[in-house]
C-alpha cells in the first residue's frame, strides 16, 4: 500500500485547509479509512473516521471543525478542516481506521496554525 497526503501548510488561527490522501495498491472502497495527526512529543492519535459506507466519526477536539469525506473512484480520503486552532499543529497522516493499519504510514503533510 502507498498513502500519499498533501494540502498542509501555514494558516492563521481561524482559517481552514483541505487535506487530501491517495491510497494505492489496496481495494481502497472496502477500507474504513482515517486521518491521524502527530503533535511533537506527542502521541498519534485518530482525529477522525470514515467508514466503507461512510459513517463518520470525530474526536472532540475536532467535532463541528473538521469534516471527513471519501471518493472511492479517486480512492482518496480527504479532511477539511474549519476554524483551526495552535493546538491543531501537527503532521497528519491517513490510514486505515480501526486497531489494525498498514505498516507503511507515507510521508504525512505538516499543517501549521500561527496564534
Known amino acids: 500500500v502507498q498513502l500519499q497526503a498533501s494540502g498542509g501548510g501555514l494558516v492563521q488561527a481561524g482559517g481552514s485547509l483541505t487535506l487530501s490522501c491517495v491510497v494505492s495498491g489496496v481495494a481502497f472502497s472496502t477500507y474504513g479509512m482515517g486521518w491521524y495527526r502527530q503533535a511533537p512529543d506527542l502521541q498519534r492519535e485518530l482525529v477522525a473516521g470514515i467508514s466503507s459506507r461512510g459513517i463518520t466519526n470525530y474526536v472532540d477536539s475536532v467535532k463541528g471543525r473538521f469534516t471527513i469525506s471519501r471518493d472511492n473512484a479517486k480512492k482518496t480520503v480527504y479532511l477539511q478542516m474549519d476554524s483551526l486552532k495552535p493546538e491543531d499543529t501537527a503532521v497528519y497522516y491517513c490510514?486505515?481506521?480501526?486497531?489494525?493499519?498498514?505498516?507503511?504510514w507515507g510521508q504525512g503533510t505538516q499543517v501549521t496554525v500561527s496564534s
Open positions: 490510514n486505515r481506521a480501526g486497531p489494525v493499519r498498514w505498516t507503511s
